[in-house]
């Protein structure tokens, strides 16, 4: 009768173990992004008053820095659908160049904290005397790119490209691809007035 029971006992035990190890264990799906649309690629010129031109894409709005310490000939580059904005300050060149590129220069190496790496490029146009500096920035970084331009001489362009979200490279990579393709547009159809 003993032995009866202690059977017993070990076919309920082993059924229950049977039993739980053949229920479906679920294993979470990776997180996912939304998708984003983008729109076709269409430029117009940007030529107001001001001591440059360029062209920017449909897609966008041009309009002045309001800001308080605002300058003449600051603007802002709003595309409204990313939440981006590119910042574009002006400056005359006043036996300053060094100054102020040695500013842009730490002001794009300020993101060097979260950054994974920093690209430097320059850009030549002889052409049309515009010369600059481009820094990509990639990495979990507040602003993903920014440049200046120069014609070494009498101007200085200064452009930060901002998205105004929680800087998450992974998820926010398609919308800095899409949009630094804009301001290399820019950057190529930049001309001084």
Request: a neutral charge; glycine letters at 2%.
């Amino acid at each position: 009768m003993h032995n009866k029971r202690i059977i017993f006992l070990l076919i309920i035990i082993v059924a229950g173990i049977v039993l739980n190890s053949c229920k479906n264990s679920t294993t979470p799906k990776p997180r996912g992004y939304f998708r984003i649309e983008f729109p076709e690629k269409d430029f117009t010129s940007f030529e107001k008053r001001h001591p440059f031109s360029f062209e920017y894409p449909v897609y966008a709005n041009v309009l002045p820095d309001n800001t308080p310490n605002a300058e003449p000939h600051w603007l802002n580059i709003e595309v409204n659908k990313h939440k981006a904005t590119i910042h574009i300050s002006y400056k005359p060149v006043m036996q300053n160049l060094h100054l102020l590129t040695e500013e842009s220069r730490n002001l794009a190496y300020k993101h060097a904290l979260k950054a994974s790496v920093i690209n430097e490029q320059l850009f030549i146009n002889h052409t049309d005397m515009v010369y600059g500096t481009i820094y990509e920035i990639k990495g979990n970084a507040a602003s993903p790119m920014q440049f200046h331009l120069t014609d070494s001489t009498k101007h200085f362009l200064r452009g930060s490209f901002y998205i105004s979200e929680i800087p998450n490279y992974d998820s926010l990579r398609p919308v800095i691809e899409f949009l630094q393709q804009d301001i290399y547009h820019l950057i190529e159809t930049f001309n001084w007035e």
